[in-house]
Structure formats: C-alpha cells, structure tokens
C-alpha cells in the first residue's frame, strides 16, 4: 500500500536511495463486555404486553503502528505513528440471550481482531502514504481551475471576458505532468495580456472597476501558478490584497506561490512538467 510515485520500488535484495519500514501492531483489546437492549412491546392501545432482550458484545480496542522513511546513509526521514489517537469501539450483531453473544465473541475472537486491524492498517497506511508522496513524491496532481470574470451580459467588457475565459479552459487542457508546451505558454501570456489591460482601462473607484480589476489581478495570479512563475504571482497576489475589495485570495494565493518556490528550491527545479523516468536507475554511492 505504500507507493512512493515517481520512484522506482525494489526488492528486498536490492539498495536503494531509500526504505521504507512498516511496523504493524496487535491489537489490544482494552475491554470486552456484553450489552443488553430492552424492547418494550406494545398493543393497538399503546399498553405494554411484554419485553424483548438482545444481546451484544461490545469491545474496546487500541492500535498502533509506525512508518518509519529513511534513506540510504541510515538518515531517519520521516517517522509516523499511525492509527486513531482514542480507542475505538466495535458492536457484535445482536443475539437473544447473554451466553451467546459472549460464546460468539470467545469463538471467533481471531476472525474479529483480524477484521479491525485490517481496517485500521488500510485506513492507517493510506494517510501515511499521502503524507509520504505529499513530501517526497512526485504524483500526479488534478485540477479544475475556472477565471473569475463578469456575470453580468449588460456590461461592455462582458463579451471579451468570455472570450478568454473560453480561451483560457481549452488552453489549459493541453497542459500535461511532463510538458508545459511553449505554445501553450504563448498562449497563456497572450491572455495575461489582455487582463494586464483591464487596470488601466477601468480606473475609477467605482465598486464596478474596482471589481473589473480585483478579476484582472486574480486571473493573472492563477495562471502565472500555472506557468511556474511564483514570483509575478505574488505579485498579482499583492495587488489583489492592496485593492481593498477582498483580500482573501490574495494572502492564500501569495501563500500557494511561496510554498510553491520552497518547492522549487528544496528540489533544485523550475518547473512541475517533467518526464520520470526509472528504467536507468543506479544504486546509490556509500558515500
């Protein structure tokens, strides 16, 4: 279950850059009891005319594991504990007398521990491997993006924004994990172009422009994201805190573009587009 994409996985025999340990506890079984439900039968009229008891167990349980990343030099990298922080509870289905939902519990106690740490391991090492591949993986990311423009068909400026925006989905269809084509690049910058004049054109403090330029500065930032340039998308960001319509986008768009140039940083890269290829992989050195 852990997969660490854009890495090349061995076997145990052979060295790689890095391991990854999976330390999986038992279960431990904090307390077991049975559990008695009382149904009340009634008439048409409402009175009682006898009772029902059912039967449960109910079990109280804890688990723990730890996934431990290192790399070749024996550098620890990550170490995760997973499972729930509380313990958990788990329900018998019910039975008509005591004896036989502590009889059933007694038999099959085995079948149950491994039912729940099966549960718990495939929900445990599925968070453990989005952290894993979230700090040292390359997966592949999807997203729908959609330009902020006017809602209103009344304004001048309705008609062209559309365009770009139309303009703008089917370029950014082209863009795939490996390649960020110069084409599409061309055609990216000609619609940051064309929102780079909005500014001057709807200058006033009318609510109207201030909203027409909040837009501009907004849909220059996104897609300077997506053209891997953090830096004029802080920018834009900054212009987008400083109109005073809303600064919201702005610091979590400017936060979205200095995470991304640590990113850039931390991994020695420019850009998000690039071929991963494996197949010619060597071992690491000792030293």
Same mark, same amino acid.
């Given at each position: 279950?852990?997969?660490?994409?854009?890495?090349?996985?061995?076997?145990?025999?052979? /060295?790689?850059?890095?391991?990854?340990?999976?330390?999986?506890?038992?279960?431990?079984?904090?307390?077991?009891?049975?559990?008695?439900?009382?149904?009340?039968?009634?008439?048409?009229?409402?009175?009682?005319?006898?009772?029902?008891?059912?039967?449960?167990?109910?079990?109280?349980?804890?688990?723990?594991?730890?996934?431990?990343?290192?790399?070749?030099?024996? /550098?620890?990298?990550?170490?995760?504990?997973?499972?729930?922080?509380?313990?958990?509870?788990?329900?018998?289905?019910?039975?008509?007398?005591?004896?036989? %939902?502590?009889?059933?519990?007694?038999?099959?106690?085995?079948?149950?521990?491994?039912?729940?740490?099966?549960?718990?391991?495939?929900?445990?090492?599925?968070?453990?491997?989005?952290?894993?591949?979230?700090?040292?993986?390359?997966?592949?990311?999807?997203?729908?993006?959609?330009?902020?423009?006017? %809602?209103?068909?009344?304004?001048?400026?309705?008609? *062209?924004?559309?365009?770009?925006?139309?303009?703008?989905?089917? *370029?950014?269809?082209?863009?795939?994990?490996?390649?960020?084509?110069?084409? *599409?690049?061309?055609?990216?910058?000609?619609?940051? %172009?064309?929102?780079?004049?909005?500014?001057?054109?709807?200058?006033?403090?009318?609510?109207?422009?201030?909203?027409?330029?909040? %837009?501009?500065?907004?849909? /220059?930032?996104?897609?300077?994201?997506?053209?891997?340039?953090?830096?004029?998308?802080?920018?834009?960001?900054?212009?987008?805190?400083?109109?005073?319509?809303?600064?919201?986008?702005?610091?979590?768009? /400017?936060?979205?573009?200095?995470?991304?140039?640590?990113?850039?940083?931390?991994?020695?890269?420019?850009?998000?587009?690039?071929?991963?290829?494996?197949?010619?992989?060597?071992?690491?050195?000792?030293?």
């Amino acid at each position: 279950m852990i997969t660490l994409e854009g890495w090349k996985k061995l076997s145990t025999s052979e /060295k790689g850059h890095v391991e990854i340990k999976i330390i999986l506890n038992d279960i431990n079984i904090v307390s077991s009891q049975v559990s008695e439900r009382i149904e009340i039968v009634k008439d048409k009229e409402g009175k009682e005319t006898g009772r029902k008891n059912f039967y449960k167990m109910i079990v109280v349980y804890r688990w723990k594991g730890r996934v431990i990343m290192s790399d070749y030099k024996k /550098k620890t990298l990550e170490n995760i504990s997973v499972g729930p922080i509380n313990n958990q509870k788990w329900d018998s289905e019910e039975f008509n007398t005591s004896e036989d %939902a502590t009889e059933y519990y007694t038999n099959n106690l085995d079948l149950i521990k491994g039912e729940l740490i099966r549960k718990e391991v495939t929900s445990a090492l599925r968070m453990a491997n989005e952290n894993i591949n979230f700090n040292y993986g390359y997966p592949e990311s999807k997203e729908s993006e959609t330009l902020w423009i006017l %809602a209103t068909k009344k304004h001048p400026e309705s008609a *062209t924004q559309k365009k770009y925006s139309d303009f703008f989905k089917s *370029t950014i269809s082209d863009v795939t994990v490996e390649e960020l084509s110069p084409q *599409t690049k061309e055609k990216l910058n000609e619609i940051i %172009a064309y929102f780079d004049g909005i500014p001057n054109r709807f200058a006033t403090e009318d609510k109207g422009d201030k909203k027409l330029r909040y %837009a501009s500065y907004f849909n /220059k930032a996104k897609i300077y994201l997506y053209l891997d340039n953090p830096e004029s998308a802080i920018e834009e960001a900054d212009k987008l805190i400083s109109n005073g319509y809303d600064d919201v986008d702005g610091k979590r768009i /400017k936060k979205e573009a200095e995470e991304l140039i640590e990113l850039f940083n931390a991994n020695n890269i420019s850009s998000r587009h690039f071929v991963i290829d494996t197949s010619s992989a060597t071992p690491p050195l000792d030293n």
